[in-house]
């Protein structure tokens, strides 16, 4: 893991607001699901020290869509561990995952955003259960991301504002000449 130094002002402020999003809970429920899937235990660390070199991660994606990533590397140098990460992303996006649901390499090796790890989990599971996985199931009720919809009464309204906004400008572009 890369030595940042401390970190303050802004920096600070989002680094807590990220450690805030973390949930225990969700961590340990979505090992468990990852562990019942790959059909083996985690190895005696943490939850973000057990994912952080990518080969769970590859192997949990070859048993959910088989040879989703034929060769990965079990070596222990930094820049292949790396490579794993980034063919479980590549494997997922395959899979059906969106982009917001992925995590960026450095949120899991450099464990900067444990909690968007676990939401890709979560998200893979839901993505499992749509093309009827016959493994165990994490949270089958979990809430689904869907798009917000705005009555048409609201987007009229905001048309109607862009319009008078539109009409004021032309109006001032026309005194000034």
Not at 49 to 63: P, Y
Not at 90 to 96: K, L, S, W
């Amino acid at each position: 893991m890369a030595n940042y130094g401390p970190a303050y002002g802004t920096l600070a402020s989002n680094l807590m607001k990220i450690a805030t999003k973390r949930d225990p809970e969700l961590d340990k429920e979505a090992q468990e699901w990852i562990e019942s899937v790959i059909g083996e235990k985690f190895p005696n660390r943490s939850y973000e020290d057990a994912l952080r070199d990518g080969i769970i991660l590859c192997k949990l994606m070859n048993k959910l869509q088989p040879n989703a990533i034929p060769k990965f590397t079990t070596a222990s140098t930094g820049f292949k561990l790396r490579e794993n990460i980034s063919l479980f992303q590549n494997a997922a996006r395959a899979y059906g995952l969106l982009d917001l649901d992925l995590f960026q390499t450095v949120d899991l090796y450099e464990k900067r955003n444990i909690a968007q790890v676990t939401h890709c989990i979560f998200a893979l599971s839901r993505q499992a259960q749509k093309k009827n996985f016959n493994g165990s199931v994490l949270r089958p009720h979990a809430p689904e991301f869907r798009p917000c919809e705005v009555p048409e009464k609201q987007l009229f309204a905001k048309k109607s504002l862009t319009g008078l906004l539109d009409e004021a400008l032309i109006k001032f572009a026309n005194h000034s000449d």
